[in-house]
């Protein structure tokens, strides 16, 4: 176990990063994931998120939601059906130790007064956080792909997606136009 341990940190950790940070052990099931989810979790798919930066606990409900059918897990169906409580843990606490995602170079610019004007009378902040980065249960949404934001909205406001909260997203999303939801997906997209 130690040997697949050390070769994957050697792996995932660049030298110059490894000077500058702890080492952050990779579970060795992490590997099945890059072809999506990117290198350190950051990634470069259409539709498939950034997992690097994650609260651990919002990763790991998401992991569970999909695994149990509450969420529809779409590709991840084959993947998502083997995942252990323990991988789901160690996963869980492997993405929320990566660096988060930079800003994302191809968001479109928007009017951010305009973006404000949507999301500050739904609080969108006061559970995200005011830097978006999230906590808990509620996920991170600073620098994520717009792509997955503009899906990830519109499955909250069809309610393919329920997610936790209380169903908290399905309310603040029911009355967003497709137009508000791709603004507010390249705003938080743009976000460091
Ligand atoms: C074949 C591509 C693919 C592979 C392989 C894959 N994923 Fe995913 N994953 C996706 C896509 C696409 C989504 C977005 C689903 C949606 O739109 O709701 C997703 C969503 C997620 C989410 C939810 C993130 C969020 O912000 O809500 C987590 C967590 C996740 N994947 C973790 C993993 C882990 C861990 C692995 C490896 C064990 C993995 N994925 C393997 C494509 C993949
Ligand atoms: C009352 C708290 C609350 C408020 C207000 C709120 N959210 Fe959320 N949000 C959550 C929680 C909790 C989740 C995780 C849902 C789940 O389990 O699927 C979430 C998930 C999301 C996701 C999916 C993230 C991912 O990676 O899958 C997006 C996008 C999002 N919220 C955007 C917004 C926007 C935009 C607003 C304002 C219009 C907003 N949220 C307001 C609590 C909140």
New binding site residues.
Partial sequence: MRSVVTALFVMFAAPAYAQSQPPIKAPA??Q??????GIRGIST?K?????AG?PDI??QY??VF?RDGQ??????AG??KT?TDE?IRE?GAY?AALAPPPPFAKAEPVDAAKANAIMGPRRCANCHKDDFSGQGET??LAG?RPD?LI??LK?FRSGA?RGRGMGAMMEVSVTLQDEDIALIAHYLAAKP
């Fill in positions: 099931i992490a099945t994931c890059i072809a999506c989810h798919s539709d498939s998120p950034s997992l994650q919002f990763t998401q992991l999909m969420r529809q897990p779409g590709v991840m993947i998502v995942l991988n996963l993405y996920g991170r994520q997955y899906k990830a499955d997606r």
